[in-house]
């Protein structure tokens, strides 16, 4: 992999990272539908690499420079371009030789089988064909191109048929196209799933067969079934526009209508049809890729969820953390709020969560602990209670049907003030967004877009209760600040941390970071928090200068980052000087990491894992050792930020310190677990490429050395 001598080019560390994923799919040691999953999530995750940063590559090209022009490692845009496809070829091969060589076989050996039609029995083709007159026969729509009739739109990550087709005698081609339609099941059953047989007929398949239907006195001549992927690339991805929903409103107008960057078709698709679309797109051979397998791995996802849970991983139930247990029904909230209930000890059946969390602070680690019943219940139990006065909350993503949208609504009917910082420029959820941001005004919520010019991608709520303090009448904030986003149903499938506090200091942060994003402050002073883009960096450059001070002085110094993606050069150079300087340096990485680790001279003592596995990595934790003895009495951070300029210079982000010592504890267990996992962690090499690691067949079962990570805290948590 091409490096300067100080980095890694972040899109082919990605390629590298989304290889991981790929290796799940082959690692028989995963249940067999799990394998299935991977496959079908390594194709998403090229799709999003094609539609944003192959799209920005070709912008780029196009631009001042051309394909001459080089990257900050060196590489031309052209040379980069010729490596990344390489690499997806290459890939793309693994795909499909695991597909059709091992999980194929495995499935049927299983009883779930994928037919094809000429291979079925003359009553299953008559049944078959009997439900796609009835089913499929009436939706699809061939459209020639001819001289009356222009080539068609084809849509961003449609599956299409290509044809070449003629009067009966005659030598005159045209093409015709047919769209594969997205609203029927891409793998039909035919059977009923009893006893556990399953099989199915792809719809391509089916319509293949009948494709001559529709062109009734035509002769086909060549078929070729293709794919598409258009840019979602912008050449500035934050703007300076007045009106953010006209902007991001037209945004999704253009990315409809933008330039396709790929096509796909299955190895021996014809050549001719093929040209003739890559021409009228604008497209070059070189974007142009021919693999084996399905047109659309991501249709995998069918298979993949049939209801098999002998092939399948174990169902996770998230526990209820301990100190929120017992806690007085919403009911009783709903009525009579918390300054009507009797005070008990926090065990009492009587007490809320907000008297947990004066308790004191509460980190939450989830999908291990629930969301349901910690930051959803936050935020419903608080709409709810009439000692509440003020609600606000940012929402980057969210789920269909958000309980927390649904919350917010009642908190503004039950007469609250309520606030939401609604990010409309949440790349691939903008519609989605500004659907909500419409029904929240709709319902009186007073909703905001973000600061001009920055993503907010802070995760923050902060509710405002009338209290009995000291004796006399008042108000106290509570906040929730997190890694993940409040999103339900990837809380139960992306490992973040949450933090429950009615700090003061903590809580009177929170409060200036929404009077930023809802109304003209300047940049604030904060007590605690690390907000970007003005703090944030300043604060990690210090805690790095620090560390840097403690080697030379000769105490410990220790620095252990948790991250998704690792690309900010200055902190990436700071980080070098550390490790020159003697300060021990983990860093775990889930994606693309541009630092090299390793190098003599320059990162020595700095080491990189990668954990791909049951869940998605997805917390950001940062651990600074400040020359303390005890590794517990380091300073820790949590929060919505990477280590990546955009993050740090043009988002709205947050982490918090954690400052309870228990909750220290818990942090410092869970990254020394991520360190010692055998099962599910890669190492980074100082060229970008990856080492897998083994487990330990001498260490105890359900270990991190023999199990990995998740199965290691599920039994810290379940005990």
Same mark, same amino acid.
């Given at each position: 992999m091409p490096t300067s001598s100080e980095f890694i080019n972040r899109d082919l560390s990605w390629l590298a990272f989304n290889e991981r994923v790929l290796a799940q799919s082959e690692d028989a040691g995963v249940p067999l539908l799990e394998r299935v999953k991977f496959l079908a999530i390594f194709s998403s995750n090229l799709d999003e690499f094609f539609m944003k940063r192959v799209g920005l590559l070709k912008l780029r090209m196009a631009g001042r420079g051309g394909a001459e022009k080089t990257t900050h490692e060196g590489i031309t845009l052209a040379g980069l371009r010729t490596e990344i496809r390489e690499i997806v070829v290459r890939l793309q091969s693994r795909q499909a030789r695991v597909w059709e060589g091992d999980l194929i076989?495995?499935?049927?050996? &299983?009883?779930?089988?994928?037919?094809?039609?000429?291979?079925?029995?003359?009553? *299953? *083709?008559?049944d078959i064909d009997r439900w796609f007159n009835a089913n499929v026969f009436p939706i699809l729509t061939p459209l020639a191109v001819d001289p009356s009739h222009r080539f068609p739109f084809i849509s961003n990550l449609s599956e299409n048929f290509g044809l070449l087709v003629s009067s009966v005698g005659s030598s005159r081609r045209a093409f015709a196209r047919v769209k594969i339609p997205s609203v029927v099941p891409r793998y039909v059953p035919l059977t009923d799933g009893e006893n556990e047989a399953h099989e199915f007929l792809a719809l391509d398949d089916l319509i293949e067969h009948n494709l001559a239907r529709l062109f009734p006195g035509l002769e086909l001549h060549e078929i070729a079934p293709f794919r598409i992927t258009r840019s979602a690339a912008l050449d500035d991805e934050d703007d300076d526009d007045d009106d953010v929903m006209e902007r991001v409103e037209d945004e999704l107008r253009r990315r409809r209508f933008a330039d396709a960057v790929r096509i796909e078709a299955p190895e021996d698709a014809s050549d001719d049809v093929l040209q003739f679309v890559v021409t009228q797109l604008g497209l070059e051979d070189a974007d142009v890729f021919r693999r084996a397998g399905p047109l659309e791995y991501q249709d995998l996802h069918a298979i993949a969820a049939l209801p098999r849970p002998d092939l399948r991983e174990t169902p996770w139930r998230a526990v209820v953390p301990a100190v929120l247990r017992n806690l !007085?029904?919403?009911?009783?909230?709903?009525?009579?709020?918390?300054? !009507?209930?009797?005070?008990?000890?926090? /065990? %009492?059946?009587?007490?809320?969560i907000f008297e947990r969390i004066r308790e004191g602070d509460i980190l939450l680690h989830h999908p291990y602990e629930s969301f349901e019943a910690s930051v959803e219940r936050f935020i419903s139990e608080s709409a709810d209670d009439p000692d509440v006065v003020a609600i606000k909350q940012t929402i980057y993503r969210t789920s269909p049907d958000s309980p927390f949208v649904r919350s917010l609504i009642r908190a503004a009917e039950n007469g609250?003030?309520? !606030?939401? +910082?609604?990010? +409309?420029? &949440?790349?691939? /959820?903008? *519609?989605?967004?500004?659907?909500?941001?419409? *029904?929240?005004?709709?319902?009186?919520?007073?909703?905001?877009?973000?600061?001009?010019?920055?993503?907010?991608? #802070?995760? #923050? %709520?902060?509710?405002?209760r009338r209290e009995h303090i000291d004796g006399e009448s008042g108000i106290r904030a509570y906040a929730h600040i997190g890694t993940g986003n409040y999103h339900p149903k990837t809380a139960q499938l992306y490992t973040d941390l949450g933090l429950l506090t009615a700090d003061p200091a903590m809580t009177g942060d929170v409060v200036k970071v929404f009077n930023s994003l809802t109304g003209h402050a300047s940049e604030q002073d904060y007590d605690k928090l690390l907000v970007a883009p003005s703090g944030m960096r300043p604060g990690f450059e210090e805690m790095i200068v620090r560390e840097i001070e403690h080697a030379k002085a000769g105490r410990p110094a220790r620095i252990i980052a948790k991250m998704n993606q690792l690309e900010d050069r200055g902190l990436t150079r700071m980080l070098y000087e550390a490790s020159g300087a003697g300060v021990e340096i983990r860093l775990i990485?889930?994606?693309? #990491? #541009?630092?090299?680790?390793?190098?003599?001279?320059?990162?020595?003592n700095i080491r990189v894992r990668s954990i791909i596995g049951r869940f998605l990595e997805h917390s950001r934790v940062f651990y600074f050792g400040n020359g303390k003895t005890d590794p517990v009495d380091g300073d820790f951070y949590m929060g919505s930020a990477d280590w990546m300029y955009r993050n740090l210079n043009n988002r709205v982000e947050a982490s918090a310190p954690v400052e309870d010592r228990t909750a220290r504890e818990r +942090?410092?267990?869970?990254?020394?677990?991520?360190?010692? /996992?055998r099962r599910n962690a890669w190492t980074i090499n100082a060229d970008g490429g990856h080492t897998r690691l083994d487990p330990d067949e001498s260490a105890e079962i359900g270990t991190p050395e023999a199990s990995g990570t998740f199965a290691s805290l599920m039994a810290d948590v379940q005990a």
């Amino acid at each position: 992999m091409p490096t300067s001598s100080e980095f890694i080019n972040r899109d082919l560390s990605w390629l590298a990272f989304n290889e991981r994923v790929l290796a799940q799919s082959e690692d028989a040691g995963v249940p067999l539908l799990e394998r299935v999953k991977f496959l079908a999530i390594f194709s998403s995750n090229l799709d999003e690499f094609f539609m944003k940063r192959v799209g920005l590559l070709k912008l780029r090209m196009a631009g001042r420079g051309g394909a001459e022009k080089t990257t900050h490692e060196g590489i031309t845009l052209a040379g980069l371009r010729t490596e990344i496809r390489e690499i997806v070829v290459r890939l793309q091969s693994r795909q499909a030789r695991v597909w059709e060589g091992d999980l194929i076989p495995a499935l049927a050996e &299983a009883g779930i089988r994928i037919r094809r039609h000429k291979d079925l029995s003359e009553s *299953q *083709q008559h049944d078959i064909d009997r439900w796609f007159n009835a089913n499929v026969f009436p939706i699809l729509t061939p459209l020639a191109v001819d001289p009356s009739h222009r080539f068609p739109f084809i849509s961003n990550l449609s599956e299409n048929f290509g044809l070449l087709v003629s009067s009966v005698g005659s030598s005159r081609r045209a093409f015709a196209r047919v769209k594969i339609p997205s609203v029927v099941p891409r793998y039909v059953p035919l059977t009923d799933g009893e006893n556990e047989a399953h099989e199915f007929l792809a719809l391509d398949d089916l319509i293949e067969h009948n494709l001559a239907r529709l062109f009734p006195g035509l002769e086909l001549h060549e078929i070729a079934p293709f794919r598409i992927t258009r840019s979602a690339a912008l050449d500035d991805e934050d703007d300076d526009d007045d009106d953010v929903m006209e902007r991001v409103e037209d945004e999704l107008r253009r990315r409809r209508f933008a330039d396709a960057v790929r096509i796909e078709a299955p190895e021996d698709a014809s050549d001719d049809v093929l040209q003739f679309v890559v021409t009228q797109l604008g497209l070059e051979d070189a974007d142009v890729f021919r693999r084996a397998g399905p047109l659309e791995y991501q249709d995998l996802h069918a298979i993949a969820a049939l209801p098999r849970p002998d092939l399948r991983e174990t169902p996770w139930r998230a526990v209820v953390p301990a100190v929120l247990r017992n806690l !007085a029904p919403v009911e009783e909230m709903r009525t009579h709020g918390d300054l !009507a209930l009797p005070r008990g000890d926090s /065990d %009492s059946p009587s007490a809320t969560i907000f008297e947990r969390i004066r308790e004191g602070d509460i980190l939450l680690h989830h999908p291990y602990e629930s969301f349901e019943a910690s930051v959803e219940r936050f935020i419903s139990e608080s709409a709810d209670d009439p000692d509440v006065v003020a609600i606000k909350q940012t929402i980057y993503r969210t789920s269909p049907d958000s309980p927390f949208v649904r919350s917010l609504i009642r908190a503004a009917e039950n007469g609250k003030n309520v !606030a939401c +910082l609604v990010e +409309l420029r &949440a790349r691939f /959820d903008e *519609q989605r967004n500004v659907a909500y941001a419409r *029904q929240l005004e709709h319902a009186g919520v007073h909703v905001a877009y973000g600061v001009v010019g920055l993503k907010t991608h #802070c995760k #923050c %709520s902060l509710v405002v209760r009338r209290e009995h303090i000291d004796g006399e009448s008042g108000i106290r904030a509570y906040a929730h600040i997190g890694t993940g986003n409040y999103h339900p149903k990837t809380a139960q499938l992306y490992t973040d941390l949450g933090l429950l506090t009615a700090d003061p200091a903590m809580t009177g942060d929170v409060v200036k970071v929404f009077n930023s994003l809802t109304g003209h402050a300047s940049e604030q002073d904060y007590d605690k928090l690390l907000v970007a883009p003005s703090g944030m960096r300043p604060g990690f450059e210090e805690m790095i200068v620090r560390e840097i001070e403690h080697a030379k002085a000769g105490r410990p110094a220790r620095i252990i980052a948790k991250m998704n993606q690792l690309e900010d050069r200055g902190l990436t150079r700071m980080l070098y000087e550390a490790s020159g300087a003697g300060v021990e340096i983990r860093l775990i990485v889930r994606g693309f #990491c #541009c630092l090299r680790p390793g190098v003599p001279g320059l990162s020595e003592n700095i080491r990189v894992r990668s954990i791909i596995g049951r869940f998605l990595e997805h917390s950001r934790v940062f651990y600074f050792g400040n020359g303390k003895t005890d590794p517990v009495d380091g300073d820790f951070y949590m929060g919505s930020a990477d280590w990546m300029y955009r993050n740090l210079n043009n988002r709205v982000e947050a982490s918090a310190p954690v400052e309870d010592r228990t909750a220290r504890e818990r +942090l410092w267990h869970v990254l020394d677990v991520l360190w010692r /996992d055998r099962r599910n962690a890669w190492t980074i090499n100082a060229d970008g490429g990856h080492t897998r690691l083994d487990p330990d067949e001498s260490a105890e079962i359900g270990t991190p050395e023999a199990s990995g990570t998740f199965a290691s805290l599920m039994a810290d948590v379940q005990a």
